[in-house]
């Protein structure tokens, strides 16, 4: 079960790195001083990697989850 919970931990931080680059992109986005149609824009990008993101942190946490009711 050792293996699932590192597999876990490792999934939900593969998600927190993407999610804190999603967080910076926009950031950047905002500083640069975009008009609002290239800012929303930049958003739009970003968005799909923000929620696959965040989908991986929970997947990662349930693993984890898992693994300690399992072990």
Do not use: F, H
Request: glycine share 12%.
């Amino acid at each position: 079960m050792q293996t699932l919970i590192w597999g876990g931990a490792a999934l939900s931080l593969v998600g927190l790195v993407g999610l804190v680059w999603a967080i910076v992109q926009v950031s950047r986005a905002r500083r640069a001083g975009l008009d609002d149609e290239a800012l929303r824009e930049v958003i739009r990008k970003v968005i799909p990697l923000n929620l696959g993101s965040l989908l991986l942190s929970v997947l990662g946490l349930a693993v984890v989850i898992a693994g300690i009711l399992l072990g």
